[in-house]
């Protein structure tokens, strides 16, 4: 079994008389361990499957399963408690909460989770020195770079120890050589064993990527795993 599966989702959105159809009959496997980019052009469904797939959402048709559990159903409740234990997302515009420091801010997923203050101080640090910030802690984000502050995110993302982080656009808002320093990141996350999917508009970024799945108009154009095909 992958760890996520797709069967004929759609995703239909009701606008006046009009059904928009953002994702059209897609089905897909993600496997465990492997690094995907997720790519299209503006208005394709790249965030509406990013949705689906990190349980911010649930489709109109089809069956999302997640880890052996069943998603399409489920209430907004039980889809948030399924994002904290087994989901880790990084944003563009990185989201810390700017009156929290680094190491307060890559505690917050792990107090919803319940871990005891003692685990959880071992476990900021364990993921600061992970993202290369280990001096950094008492900072506000305000404090760091960019590409600093994209690292707290990180290491906010992989606290809870996810099954599965999904990335929006990671390197947006960063210049080329920064954006370069976290996708390297990635890469190593990705070699250490994480399962990540990258959504972005950029083509060099998805060339990073051993797999690319390309969305045109709410279906699944091109879905390339360069391992499979002998380019890698
Ligand atoms: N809440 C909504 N209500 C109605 N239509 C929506 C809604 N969200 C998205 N859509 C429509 O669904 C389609 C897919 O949108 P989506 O946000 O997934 O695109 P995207 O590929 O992420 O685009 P971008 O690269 O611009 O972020 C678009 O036509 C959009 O207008
Ligand atoms: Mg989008």
Redesign the pocket.
Known sequence: MALVELRNVS?I?Q?GDEE?R??DDVTLDIENGEFISII????????????LLGCLDTPTHGTITLDGIQIQNATSMQLAAIRNRKIGFVFQSFNLLPKLNVAQNVEVPMIYAGVSSRERRERVMEALKRVGLENRAKHRPMQLSGGQQQRVAIARALINRPRIIFADEPTGNLDTHTGEAILTLFRELSQQGSTIVL?T?NPEIAAVTPRRIE?RD?KISINIDKRLAGLE
Do not use: D, E, W
Request: glycine share 18%; hydrophobic share 35%.
């Open positions: 995703k959105y606008v928009i953002a994702l299209g052009p503006s208005g394709s469904g790249k965030s509406t499957l990013m949705h959504v508009h969305i709410g």
